[in-house]
């Protein structure tokens, strides 16, 4: 009897045994449930200061910083008039020019207290001009002329430097048509136009050819040429103005020799 009861208990065992338990909570799954995922780390300092020109570099002169301070200062002699904002801080600038052993220097002293220059030798005892002015596009430019022709300089990042054409050389203009290029530059609407008169007497027509400017002044570019006027005087103001280096409303500059 005895026997038998444990018999019949034993496949109670077994299946007991058999049996998984019920699984318990997992752990990891109730942690994601009720924990939200840590967000990507950010550095607060990226995220809270925009980028800015002190970061990669000097501050350019058209940030409204203006140039650093130097301690050169305009010659002694040199003919002087206020002229636009050259280094983009607001402010006008002084624009300078005097002729020192044949050569035309020009400059300018900025409000910020730093003084650019750069020269350029004419042959011949012709009066020496200098226009500066800033375009409608940003450049701001340079043209000393000794009537018979004008070279082209742009101030950029606070130094004056000499743009080469399509041809490889310093861009200059024609004031006589003594290449077949022009007879004169100036500027309209802000934009740099290099002159053509052509016609008879008391029948002239005025073309200009845009020239364009890199932003850095390495080099110029002529684009476009329109028709200003027809049917012109010899004396009209157009044609007078066509056979001139001036920048208009830029003062123009008639620089002395030094002494």
């Known amino acids: 009897m005895r026997r038998r009861l444990l018999l019949a208990l034993i496949p109670v065992l ?7 338990a019920a699984p318990a909570p997992s752990a990891t799954a109730t942690s994601a ?20 020109s002190a970061s990669i570099g000097p501050t350019p002169p058209d940030a409204h910083a203006g140039c ?19 280094d983009g801080d607001g402010r006008p600038d002084v624009e300078w020019a005097v002729v020192v052993a044949g050569a035309v220097e020009f400059g300018v002293r900025t409000a910020s ?16 001009t200098v226009a500066i002015a800033r375009l409608g596009n940003g450049a701001v430019v340079a043209l ?9 300089f742009a101030f950029a990042h606070c130094r004056f430097v000499h743009p080469v054409g399509v041809d490889g050389k310093p861009y200059a203009f024609d004031q006589q048509d003594l290449r077949g290029n022009g007879t004169g530059v100036g ?5 740099l136009l290099g002159f053509q008169v052509t016609g008879r007497s008391g029948d002239r027509t005025v073309t200009g050819t845009l020239v364009t400017v890199s932003p850095d002044g390495r080099s110029a570019t002529n684009g476009a040429t329109e028709t200003i006027a027809t049917h012109m005087g010899d004396d009209a103001d157009v044609v007078r103005v066509a056979s001139q280096a001036t920048c208009s409303p830029a003062p ?3 620089p002395r020799p030094q002494g």
Do not use: M, N
């Open 187 to 191: 500027c309209r609407g802000g934009r």
């Open 33 to 52: 449930a009720v924990v939200p995922a840590p967000a990507p780390s950010v550095s607060p300092v990226a995220v809270a200061t925009p980028a800015s």
């Open 14 to 20: 077994v299946l007991s045994a058999c049996t998984p």
């Open 144 to 152: 000393p002329s000794d009537h018979r022709g004008a070279q082209l």
């Open 113 to 128: 207290g730093a003084t650019a220059s750069a020269s350029y030798s004419f042959a011949g005892p012709a009066e020496r």
């Open 252 to 254: 123009l500059l008639h």
């Open 68 to 86: 650093a301070p130097t301690a050169a200062r305009i010659p002694a002699g040199a003919v002087t008039a206020t002229t636009t904002d050259v």
